[in-house]
Nanobody, 126 residues
Framework: QVQLAESGGASVQAGGSLRLSCEASGYTSNNYCMGWFRQAPGKEREGVATISIGGSTNYADSVKGRFTVSRDLTKNTLFLQMDSLRPEDTAMYYC????????????????????WGQGTQVTVSS
């Protein structure tokens, strides 16, 4: 059974940092592009960052320069380092996987996702 399991969500103050992790099981994640998406209450799910099989990355404009996505293929794990957090970053963060396709465009098209994790909550207070 293919699964993505996120961890690392927490409540922090503005300006703080968090590191999210996503462990993939049931398949080999190095055949998939991976990504992070988020959804705030009352809003649509939006892309945060995506990473290709080769390690190239793409970010939403709102997080560029503050967030860093990375992956450890040997451990089937995806990471999201979030620095300089803002209250508007508050959301449920979801790990996602997609086999093939354009990882650059994927950040703008969450519906292209083939596998979703269950989410981890990030709350940033001012």
């Amino acid at each position: 059974q293919v699964q993505l399991a996120e961890s690392g969500g927490a409540s922090v103050q503005a300006g703080g940092s968090l590191r999210l992790s996503c462990e993939a099981s049931g398949y080999t994640s190095n055949n998939y592009c991976m990504g992070w998406f988020r959804q705030a209450p009352g809003k649509e799910r939006e892309g945060v960052a995506t990473i290709s099989i080769g390690g190239s990355t793409n970010y939403a404009d709102s997080v560029k320069g503050r967030f860093t996505v990375s992956r450890d293929l040997t451990k089937n794990t995806l990471f999201l380092q979030m620095d300089s957090l803002r209250p508007e970053d508050t959301a449920m963060y979801y790990c996602a996987a997609k086999r093939g396709g354009d990882f650059m465009a994927w950040v703008l098209n969450p519906r292209e996702t083939q596998i979703w994790g269950q989410g981890t909550q990030v709350t940033v207070s001012s």
